[in-house]
């Protein structure tokens, strides 16, 4: 493959899935350089040199190396989307899709995805308190999702895209969303999309309750 864009990732990552999801999305072709966690690959200095943070993802574009997946959402958007339809310019859209993109850093961050790291990786973290962010953070979203078919109006943006990989993954962490039918519907439109291609399931996914 003949290509400048290199994704350097985990497959059972949303964060790098949600990376991968917008390339594909737009249509982009791209490496995948599989990172070996277990044996802490992210921790060489070879990679320190690329994310000091040593996470992933980490995207390559053409000698440049962009670290954090929402910081390489807002760049896909504005480098390769002339539609501009993924990161709307105009300052009320853009302000909302930053709220969302802050939710992803946030409480989905320490909800869902922290119980699914508690529950499926063992991760010494506190799966009942990620449990409790989780439900307050998808009363919200299921409330909000009644009104429009996605985030911040009626086509999807990186907001989206931010939020969908580790939603959709929350029963791996016990969290079911059995209650939220809009954000199943939402789910659903998103996993219609062109161009949409699903995260790998975890080996081992405990009961949703």
Not at 18 to 40: A, C, K, M, P, T
Not at 92 to 99: E, L
Request: aromatic fraction near 8%.
């Amino acid at each position: 493959m003949t290509t400048s864009l290199r994704l350097h990732r985990h497959p059972l990552s949303g964060h790098c899935h949600r990376v991968e999801l917008l390339l594909s999305l737009l249509g982009l072709r791209f490496e995948r350089i599989e990172v070996d966690l277990s044996r802490r690959a992210h921790k060489t200095p070879e990679f320190l040199a690329q994310n000091a943070f040593g996470q992933v993802p980490v995207l390559e574009d053409a000698g440049l190396a962009i670290a954090d997946s929402n910081a390489i959402l807002v760049y896909l958007a504005r480098r390769y989307d002339a539609s501009e339809q993924w990161f709307p310019p105009d300052p009320v859209s853009a302000a909302r899709v930053q709220r969302w993109l802050s939710i992803a850093a946030g409480p989905l961050a320490s909800g869902p995805a922290a119980a699914r790291l508690a529950a499926v990786f063992g991760a010494k973290l506190d799966r009942a308190h990620a449990l409790s962010v989780g439900r307050e953070l998808y009363r919200v979203l299921d409330a909000e999702l009644r009104a429009r078919a996605f985030l911040v109006g009626d086509a999807p943006t990186i907001a989206d895209v931010a939020l969908y990989s580790y939603t959709a993954h929350a029963p791996e962490g016990g969290l079911s969303l059995e209650a939220y039918p809009s954000i199943r519907s939402w789910l659903a439109r998103i996993e219609a999309l062109p161009g949409f291609v699903p995260m790998q399931a975890s080996p081992v996914a405990p009961e949703a309750s």
